[in-house]
């Protein structure tokens, strides 16, 4: 560590726990004797608490298992490719989990994602190469409750490709419901 106050670059490393030992004593030694670096390190850990309960917007398994050990509610919904679904989204839960499902992706090299307003056709949010279960043939969405701003007519569309480049789409029309 260099002397005089560290940077916000090293507080970020402090708080990851990126540090090698001797650097985050020495850091630790002066967060007790600076009120500028006190204040600096809290917002730091306030921005790495705050991205820790994030949500992101595809999930994977192992994201998804986390946020059930974090403890939010969730309700999963299955849907299959060409359906149109209307989905309710209880206030007494955190997350609708839609599991995309119907699609073959064993032999996916690249899935990409995007969600349009049916109404409109205009993209709401764009993904590409996004986790998916290769064995289950899904894609994980998760829905949040902030969500319900946005327009509630959506078609979310997986783009599946090979090691070909064959693409193979499926398309899903989910129209929510936020209860208040």
Same mark, same amino acid.
């Given at each position: 560590?260099?002397?005089?106050?560290?940077?916000?670059?090293?507080?970020?490393?402090?708080?990851?726990?990126?540090?090698?030992?001797?650097?985050?004593?020495?850091?630790?030694?002066?967060?007790?004797?600076?009120?500028?670096?006190?204040?600096?390190?809290?917002?730091?850990?306030?921005?790495?608490?705050?991205?820790?309960?994030?949500?992101?917007?595809?999930?994977?398994?192992?994201?998804?298992?986390?946020?059930?050990?974090?403890?939010?509610?969730?309700?999963?919904?299955?849907?299959?490719?060409?359906?149109?679904?209307?989905?309710?989204?209880?206030?007494?839960? &955190? $997350?609708?989990?839609? @599991?995309? +499902? !119907?699609?073959? #992706?064993?032999?996916?090299? %690249?899935?990409?994602?995007?969600?349009?307003?049916?109404?409109?056709?205009?993209?709401?949010?764009?993904?590409? &190469? $996004?986790?998916?279960? @290769?064995? +289950? !043939?899904?894609? #994980?969405?998760?829905?949040? %409750?902030?969500?319900?701003?946005?327009?509630?007519?959506?078609?979310?569309?997986?783009?599946?490709?090979?090691?070909?480049?064959?693409?193979?789409?499926?398309?899903?029309?989910?129209?929510?419901?936020?209860?208040?």
């Amino acid at each position: 560590m260099t002397t005089g106050c560290p940077s916000e670059a090293q507080w970020v490393d402090y708080v990851a726990g990126d540090l090698p030992p001797d650097d985050a004593e020495a850091m630790e030694a002066h967060l007790f004797g600076c009120a500028a670096c006190t204040d600096a390190a809290g917002r730091v850990a306030t921005v790495a608490a705050a991205l820790q309960e994030m949500v992101p917007p595809i999930l994977d398994a192992d994201s998804l298992g986390r946020l059930r050990r974090r403890g939010l509610r969730i309700v999963e919904h299955t849907l299959a490719p060409g359906g149109q679904y209307d989905i309710d989204f209880p206030r007494d839960i &955190d $997350v609708l989990l839609f @599991r995309l +499902g !119907g699609l073959d #992706l064993a032999g996916a090299a %690249r899935v990409d994602f995007t969600m349009r307003v049916e109404a409109t056709g205009a993209v709401l949010f764009p993904a590409e &190469d $996004v986790p998916f279960d @290769r064995a +289950g !043939g899904e894609v #994980l969405i998760p829905c949040l %409750r902030h969500f319900a701003h946005l327009p509630p007519d959506t078609v979310a569309e997986v783009r599946a490709r090979d090691a070909a480049a064959a693409e193979a789409v499926a398309r899903y029309t989910i129209h929510h419901h936020f209860i208040a």
